[in-house]
């Protein structure tokens, strides 16, 4: 089931903001520096990988403090930014940065051209790093141009460039039968082939503080990665090595897959 992961071309790689950013201390410089050595070493060897980042806001919070979430964005953008390039460039890796919103998927004109320059981009050898534009992205009843969270923008970037994997780094290990932090005795499923109504009623949403998304948000995700024919595998990312194993195609966290 997993032997064609190893063949993977384009993977797309989300990874959240827990894992990121610390409400505490703020930017994981650490965390950042291991993502970008693993993402590095797997350019090399010819994977075309493109990068989905959160952290941004929550940056800007644990610099500013109580401001709006655009002033938060505005300057947790370049926080992260700045802090990638600095990790890419100890492993000689171009990067680049792509910052949108709802509609330029959703117009055919504009997602065209943001695929196109996602591919120049890989051609070139160069990692786009993709994230909302929070600082300029509204959501209201006359103005629904904001994702739902950078799961969904994960997910219509696969869609948009046809990546052959999505993969959800995030602070769980993968999909449990229960929650586990209230049944020991959960099980984590390996794979799952369809997500039926209950499963997704019943998850939690498992909100961090500086986090959107959940495990609700997650199966969302892998339920349009299935029907779009695109694997997923969600795992646990705290340690980007892990990306190792994943496309290795060894038994790490929940693959969601049709047979």
């Given at each position: ?68 979430k655009f002033t938060a964005a505005a300057v947790g ?183």
């Open positions: 089931m997993r032997e064609d992961i190893k063949h993977a071309d384009i993977i797309v790689v989300k990874v959240g903001t827990s894992l990121l950013v610390s409400p505490e201390t703020g930017v994981l410089e650490p965390a950042i520096s291991k993502l970008a050595e693993v993402l590095s070493e797997l350019m090399a060897t010819g994977k075309k990988l493109i990068l989905i980042s959160s952290g941004a806001v929550g940056a800007g919070l644990t610099q500013l403090g109580a401001v709006s953008q370049g926080i992260l930014t700045s802090l990638y390039e600095a990790a890419f460039r100890e492993h000689e890796q171009a990067i680049g940065q792509l910052l949108v919103s709802r509609e330029i998927l959703a117009v055919a004109e504009s997602r065209q051209a943001f695929t196109e320059t996602i591919h120049e981009l890989l051609a070139h050898g160069i990692l786009p790093i993709i994230n909302e534009n929070d600082a300029v992205t509204i959501d209201g009843e006359e103005c629904q141009n904001k994702f739902e969270d950078n799961d969904e923008l994960s997910l219509l970037v696969a869609e948009a460039v046809q990546a052959d994997l999505l993969v959800m780094l995030t602070d769980v290990n993968g999909l449990y039968s229960e929650n586990p932090l209230v049944n020991e005795q959960a099980t984590m499923i390996s794979h799952l082939s369809e997500i039926d109504q209950r499963l997704l009623e019943e998850s939690d949403p498992h909100l961090g503080e500086l986090s959107r998304g959940g495990i609700k948000s997650k199966l969302k995700t892998a339920t349009g990665a299935l029907t779009a024919d695109i694997s997923m595998v969600l795992a646990n990312g705290k340690s980007p090595y892990v990306l190792f194993d994943i496309l290795a195609g060894r038994e790490v966290g929940t693959l969601f897959k049709k047979h």
